[in-house]
């Protein structure tokens, strides 16, 4: 596969599993076993395209660094508060 098309590809595949975790979630026997969403899309800044060390919030190819976390975490926290 031709480099310029790896985004795209994997823009693609990360849709496809982002609308199907929502779909589980928002499913009443999801629900009823306490399954959460939560939306995390455009928290991180995208990495340089082809770098494999740290790039803005990414620490590599597939882990964020420690501030990449902290930024997920005030999401995930948010809606564990919420949830009471």
């Not at 082809?50 to 919030?57: F, K, L, M, P």
Request: aromatic share 10%; net charge negative; proline share 5%.
């Amino acid at each position: 596969m031709p480099p310029v098309f790896w985004q795209q590809i994997a823009d693609d595949i990360y849709n496809v599993l982002r609308k199907t975790l929502q779909e589980l979630g928002d499913k009443p026997e999801y629900k009823a076993r306490n399954f959460q969403v939560v939306q995390t899309c455009g928290t991180l800044h995208r990495a340089d395209a082809g770098e494999r060390a740290v790039s803005w919030d990414w620490l590599n190819e597939i882990h964020p660094t420690d501030a990449g976390f902290a930024k997920l975490a005030v999401l995930i926290s948010a809606r564990l508060h919420a949830l009471g």
